[in-house]
């Protein structure tokens, strides 16, 4: 099946699954812009044939990772612009060159939106915060630094997150950036929360109920966060809300391999233990103070009423 896409294609799906591209955001552009290219890789002899190679081509991007809601977000803006392409009697050529420049709409936007989450959630970060952030967010490292280069005086706990350690990326960047960075271990969460004024985290999925899917582990900082009211912040793309969640729908959490926790020839040594190893985890909303995302500031039992307005459901 995936013989007929691209080798470009073929390898951004590859980049995604092994991780080599990820965090939410960052995954949606990889897949919009992998899109975008296949509109000229593809040649077909009507609209109706472009769009059914694309919507093959969508639907392979979208099972290379189960739970950021923004790959099928942004790949379905791609293919609603064809379907809106084609309702407009666009000819081939028209069509393939509007759909290109919605992808790429797209993937400005997203880069809009983080910068814009950063402006909008630093006014919730005030001189002197000790801020706890989890895993690597271009979202939450957004707000931190906006915060920073405003000139506000903050240092930063970063946790390693295991098993992929991408806290290290996080730490790295904030010190290289020239921010005062403490890395600690995953569990050491609750021993230093009492130094913690802000929990700033980003987001694969939104419920809309608020519940926030991200990295695993999320769920045990806020709630250790709530035992000692200490304020979270989640930084977030609207397009990481959930169109399924308001039809019932559950969000998928990925199962990622047993090796990624212990080495296989440990594992082989102890054929008895079984593994689990879920990529991420739900915060109820609850745990949760405020949802920033480009459009402004929501508690999360308020994501309903953008989710509504954004889909024109109101
Ligand atoms: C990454 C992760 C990030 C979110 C948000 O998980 O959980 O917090 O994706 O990131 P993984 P961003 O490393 O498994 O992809 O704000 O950059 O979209």
Same mark, same amino acid.
């Given at each position: ?97 509007? #759909?290109?420049?919605? !992808? $790429? /709409? ?12 950063? &402006? +909008? ?110 304020? #979270?912040?989640?930084? !977030? $793309? /609207? ?12 969000? &998928? +959490? ?61």
């Amino acid at each position: 099946m995936s013989e007929e896409f691209s080798s470009k294609l073929k390898q951004t799906f590859e980049d995604i699954r092994t991780m080599k591209v990820r965090g939410a955001g960052r995954i949606a552009r990889a897949a919009v812009a992998a899109l975008r290219d296949e509109i000229f890789y593809v040649s077909d002899s009507s609209p109706e044939e472009f769009y059914k190679r694309m919507q093959a081509a969508a639907n392979f991007l979208k099972s290379s990772r189960p739970t950021a809601v923004s790959l099928p977000n942004g790949i379905n803006t791609v293919i609603k612009s064809i379907q809106k392409g084609i309702a407009q009697g666009l000819d081939l050529k028209s069509l393939k060159e509007y #759909v290109a420049k919605e !992808a $790429e /709409t797209f993937i400005q936007k997203s880069i809009e939106a983080q910068k814009k989450i950063g &402006e +909008i959630g630093t006014k919730r970060i005030v001189n002197g915060d000790t801020i706890l952030t989890h895993c690597n967010s271009q979202s939450a490292i957004s707000v931190i630094e906006t915060a920073f280069k405003e000139g506000k005086q903050i240092k930063v706990f970063v946790t390693e997150t295991r098993p992929r350690f991408q806290g290290r990326l996080t730490a790295a960047y904030l010190a290289d950036h020239g921010i005062d960075v403490t890395l600690i271990p995953d569990t050491a969460a609750r021993l230093y929360m009492r130094k913690i004024d802000k929990v700033v985290v980003g987001a694969d999925a939104i419920a809309v109920n608020g519940a926030v899917v991200n990295k695993i582990g999320t769920s045990q900082i806020a709630a250790l966060a709530f035992e000692s009211r200490t304020r #979270v912040m989640v930084a !977030a $793309e /609207t397009y990481k809300i959930s169109p399924q969640t308001y039809w019932g729908e559950l969000i &998928e +959490i990925e199962m990622r391999s047993p090796y990624e926790v212990a080495p296989k020839s440990w594992l082989d040594k102890h054929p008895r233990i079984k593994v689990m190893n879920p990529a991420f985890d739900i915060t109820p909303p609850q745990y949760i103070d405020f949802i920033v995302t480009e459009k402004g500031i929501y508690p999360p039992q308020g994501i309903i009423m953008l989710f509504k307005e954004l889909y024109e459901l109101a």
